[in-house]
Each structure stands twice: as C-alpha cells, then as structure tokens.
C-alpha cells in the first residue's frame, strides 16, 4: 500500500515564525502536491512538484514556498506565518504522467496565533 | 485542470437507504475520479472512470459517466454510518498531472 505520511497533524505556530510541513511518501512517486482546506473553499493547490528540484504554482502560492530535495520528501514552507494561514494542509502524491490517482497524506491542522 | 462541481451541498439520510451525489464538469475529460474523506482525514481514492466508459462498479459503489452531459454520479448502496464523509470528484483533461477538487458533497448516514 501507498503510503504518505506528515509530520505533525497538529501544529499551533505564532504569527511570524517560519513554519516547516513535511510529506513523504514511500513508492517512488513523481508527482507530489501540497494542499490547503478551508471550509466552503474546498481543497486548493499550492505546489506541486514532478520532479526532484522542479516546482511549479498552483492557484494559491503567495506566501508559501517549497522544497524537493529528495524524491520521496516534499517541503511546504511558510517564510513568515500569518493568521490567515491558518488551515488544514494536505499533501498527496502521485505516479508520473497525466491526471492518476492520488495517495494523501492525514493532514497537518495549522493554527497561526 | 478543470474543477468538477458537486452536487448536493450536503445530503443525509438513513442508513440502509442509496445515496446519491452528481458532479457535473465544462470540458471533455480523459477520466473522472471520486474521493472520499473522512472528517479531519486526508482523501482516500474510491473508484476512477475512463472517459470511453459508461459505468464501474466498485463493492457498493456505482459510478456513472455521461460524457455528452458532461456529468457523473456516484451511488453508494445499503449506506452505512461508516459512509459518513464527505465526496469529491475530479476531473482530468489534458496532460494536466495535478486535479482541481471542488467543494464536496457533505454525506450523513443517520443510524
């Protein structure tokens, strides 16, 4: 089974603070994604990366950026938290090519202060 | 990508009852998936369906296609209280590799 796992799923940080979520996944997925959720809004992409070192936008990457060293490790980063970063963060991950299924991760519940 | 739109907001009923949820998208599409989360989990995979399919089975779950409305539902038969969650679909096209989730349909099973 695919496996995708976070480093926290709780995690209360006070505004200002650069925050650090973590993904990693352990079948050798391309793809990897990092959401946000916030009620009435659904889910929406942040990053996501196809490759090691390779990133792209999604429809929400103000305030965030991230890292993919290694390709079962995928960085979210928040460079100076803001309450309105106060979310529930997703990351998922996927083979390479088109549209394939994705594995989530549990979730990080982000509280900014 | 392209963002399906679920339907119902939100539906409830009770258990033993077929629950069903639509999902209607803009563009033509390769395939159409349907996700499942639990509250405060993150989305598990249930069933994808091909654009040259009409139909897929899946345990108590029936997914259908129609291409020419640009629509899909999803039934879940005999629910459960375990079906409480709530239901994404997502469209693909292209060789977009990332998925657009709308806003769900909130599922209650009432034992």
């Known amino acids: 089974d695919v496996k995708v796992t976070q480093s926290s799923r709780y995690l209360v940080k006070r505004t200002g603070e650069k925050v650090f979520l973590e993904c990693v996944q352990d079948?050798?997925?391309?793809?990897m994604f990092w959401y946000r959720q916030d009620p009435g809004l659904g889910l929406r992409l942040i990053y996501f990366?196809?490759?090691?070192?390779?990133?792209e936008k999604g429809d929400i990457p103000e305030g965030y950026s991230v890292s993919r060293e290694k390709k079962e490790r995928f960085s979210l980063i928040l460079e100076s938290a803001s309450t309105n970063q106060t979310s529930m963060y997703l990351c998922?991950?996927?083979?390479?090519?088109?549209?394939?299924?994705?594995?989530f991760g549990p979730g990080t519940r982000l509280t900014v202060l | 990508s392209q963002q399906g739109e679920e339907d119902p907001q939100a539906l409830s009923i009770q258990e033993g009852e077929n629950a069903t949820m639509n999902c209607s998208y803009k563009?033509?599409?390769?395939?159409l998936q349907w996700y499942r989360q639990n509250s405060g989990r993150g989305l598990v995979h249930l069933i994808l369906?091909?654009?040259?399919?009409r139909e897929k089975h899946s345990g108590r779950l029936r997914v259908t296609l129609d291409t020419s409305k640009k629509s899909s539902s999803l039934l879940i038969t005999a629910s459960r209280a375990a079906d409480t969650a709530s239901y994404f679909c997502?469209?693909?096209?292209?060789?977009?590799?990332?998925?657009?989730f709308g806003s769900g349909t909130q599922l209650t099973v009432l034992p």
């Open positions: 563009t033509s599409i390769n395939n």
């Open positions: 079948m050798d997925h391309e793809n």
């Open positions: 369906i091909r654009s040259n399919e």
């Open positions: 997502a469209p693909s096209s292209g060789s977009a590799r990332q998925l657009t």
């Open positions: 998922a991950s996927s083979r390479a090519g088109g549209a394939d299924t994705q594995y």
């Open positions: 990366s196809y490759d090691v070192k390779m990133k």
